[in-house]
């Protein structure tokens, strides 16, 4: 039985990462307008990301404003632990 490509890039390290790219309008400079992009990526150093910001700055015509990245190894819910204690204070 074959891996799947997700699969094996998620043994790899790889995790869902997001990001939220703002950027000018070409005909309104003025203007921003967001665009979310999503993939399988790795964390910290983001090559997939990387890769399409270049491509954005090669070949798309609205200059970026900024971008928010978003992965499961920089936010996740907190982590529960048990008390093994109880202290009153009066």
Do not use: C, N
Request: glycine share 4%.
């Amino acid at each position: 039985m074959a891996l799947s490509s997700e699969f094996r890039r998620r043994l790899e390290g790889y995790g869902l990462t997001t990001a939220e790219i703002l950027y000018h309008l070409p005909d309104h400079p003025h203007l921003l307008q967001t665009f979310v992009w999503q993939q399988l990526d790795l964390f910290p150093r983001f090559p997939e990301l990387k890769r399409f910001l270049a491509f954005w700055q090669e070949r798309l015509d609205g200059p970026l404003h900024s971008v928010r990245v978003m992965h499961s190894r920089l936010i996740k819910p907190a982590e529960l632990t048990t008390v093994s204690g109880e202290f009153h204070l009066h």
